[in-house]
């Protein structure tokens, strides 16, 4: 059955866009949405608690977002923005880039003191760094947190990204978006969790250019995803098979975790690390994950297809719907959904 891109559209006012988040990680709210009985409860993300039991399993993405958005310029003194992708090797890295004249294929810039080359790819651009200048010193001085476009910085009022922009758990660096369902956790809440019996499990999925890319064919299942890189140690693999198999529930936070899980433990079984491009949309039959906690997504972006997959495609829209009605905040830095 052809699903059509457009089903998945939606409008949301401007000022639901949340510029910066709430002062406590807690304080975000939180719409409970049930799947059994389809009700809906509005709560605060403290109160997610109330919604989690003994012997559940609650999976974390650990990935740190990495400094990736630079500031280069041209001989000539005009700005050129460049987005690191995917390492190539310590020096050279595809990118992203913008402010270079169209049609051309090469560009000579500079990032501070460093002198790099920019060489058009067939999908990217290709940064070669001169002087064997490590890329990952390069963002540790001259990087900037990779916000989504919708998320307005002038050059002074971006300082708060530097810890906002990471999940308070992020260890393992190497995305280029946040796994933002995780922004709501504060170390308090965690340990309060734990103190419930609910096991907190990490996983890693390092976010890449793919959730920037919102879906322009048509027809939904004709999007190819970007491969991502994920890991998971065989202790965590084992741990959460033995308690999906006792029949404890599974609650992924964030898209991330739910696309990592329902790789490694697919049908034809995947190794502890490696890359996947499993794009979840409606008709997909999930086999590990029993619940999720999750943001409110872009239209058309690959994400909310997921969430409409686990909920069902009206069921959300009609969660959509009221959250916009009673002026919850969207997108990365704005309020949580839990999926029962």
């Not at 939606?10 to 719409?31: M, T, V």
């Not at 169209?102 to 460093?114: D, L, T």
């Not at 959460?240 to 898209?255: L, N, Q, W």
Request: net charge neutral; hydrophobic share 40%; charged share 25%.
């Amino acid at each position: 059955m052809e699903l059509n891109i457009e089903d998945f559209n939606y409008d949301l006012p401007k000022a639901l866009i949340a510029q910066y988040p709430e002062k406590d990680r807690e304080a975000s709210r939180l719409l409970v949405f049930d799947r059994e009985d389809e009700t809906i409860a509005h709560r605060s993300f403290r109160d997610i608690t109330q919604y989690l039991n003994k012997g559940d399993v609650l999976v974390l993405n650990d990935s740190k977002v990495l400094p990736a958005r630079l500031r280069a310029r041209k001989a000539t003194g005009g700005a050129v923005d460049i987005l690191l992708v995917e390492r190539i090797n310590d020096t050279r890295w595809l990118c992203l880039a913008k402010g270079i004249k169209a049609g051309s294929r090469e560009q000579k810039v500079s990032v501070g003191p460093i002198e790099a080359q920019l060489t058009k790819s067939e999908d990217y651009w290709v940064v070669d760094f001169h002087n064997d200048n490590d890329v990952f010193d390069i963002m540790r001085h001259y990087g900037k947190m990779p916000l989504p476009p919708y998320i307005k910085r002038s050059d002074g009022n971006g300082t708060i990204d530097d810890e906002r922009y990471q999940t308070v758990y992020a260890e393992m660096s190497g995305s280029i978006a946040a796994p933002t369902a995780g922004f709501h956790f504060s170390e308090g809440l965690l340990e309060a969790i734990k103190r419930m019996g609910v096991q907190v499990v990490k996983i890693t999925l390092h976010i890449g250019v793919g959730t920037f890319f919102l879906i322009k064919k048509r027809n939904v299942q004709d999007h190819h995803m970007h491969g991502e890189y994920y890991h998971i140690t065989p202790d965590a693999k084992m741990f959460i098979r033995k308690a999906k198999d006792e029949g404890h529930r599974i609650i992924a936070c964030g898209t991330s975790v739910v696309r990592t899980l329902e790789t490694i433990y697919s049908e034809n079984g995947k190794p502890l690390a490696g890359k996947t491009d499993l794009f979840v949309y409606p008709g997909y039959r999930f086999k590990m994950v029993d619940a999720m906690i999750t943001n409110f997504h872009l239209p058309r972006s690959t994400p909310l297809l997921l969430v409409s997959a686990f909920a069902g495609l009206d069921r959300i829209r009609k969660c959509y719907k009221e959250a916009m009605e009673r002026s919850y905040r969207f997108y990365s830095y704005g309020d949580a959904m839990l999926i029962l």
